[in-house]
DNA sequence: TATTGGTGTAAAGGTACCTTTACACGTGGA
DNA sequence: TCCACGTGTAAAGGTACCTTTACACCAATA
């Protein structure tokens, strides 16, 4: 079981950098580079940040990709 | 900013014992507890398993306590 | 009384998450 | 060419998540 998440869908949607997004969310640029690129999950609460910054529903950003 | 969840809520309205709930879920019921009381939040792996569990939706599991 | 079931919690160890600092590469514009 | 921008990644350190092992308390029941 693998969570997957369409982060960098979103921001490139919305035309944000990487850098402008870390500033915006308070978090780093090595942070949403990482999630962006699989290296690991965001922690439940970061998690909720990003439905919040990107405005939409849980379902939309993550989801399973299974074994 | 705080996430809450209702577990307990959940497992109890299904009258399952945290021990049940620990082997069905392949985690310890330690983890299970320390959820429950907010000790400290599940990782989004494991929220995800939660929510196929309870089958119910992420909003339905966890919400945002502000601050 | 003794035992069982359900729950609370602590300590120690491993891994995951997130930070700071730093270096690197490619692209585009001055 | 030079520089700025956007991105990728590594190393080291701190905290959070989760495990195993263990002890404890309370309520119910034999």
């Not at 693998?2 to 960098?8: A, D, H, L």
């Not at 290296?39 to 529903?57: C, T």
């Amino acid at each position: 079981m693998q969570v997957n998440n369409k982060v960098r869908e979103m921001r490139q949607a919305r035309h944000i950098t990487q850098v402008k997004m870390a500033e915006e969310l308070g978090i780093t640029r090595q942070t949403i580079n990482a999630i962006e690129k699989g290296r690991y999950n965001p922690s439940l609460e970061l998690a909720f940040r990003l439905l919040a910054y990107f405005d939409v529903p849980f379902e939309q950003l993550f989801y399973i990709e299974e074994e």
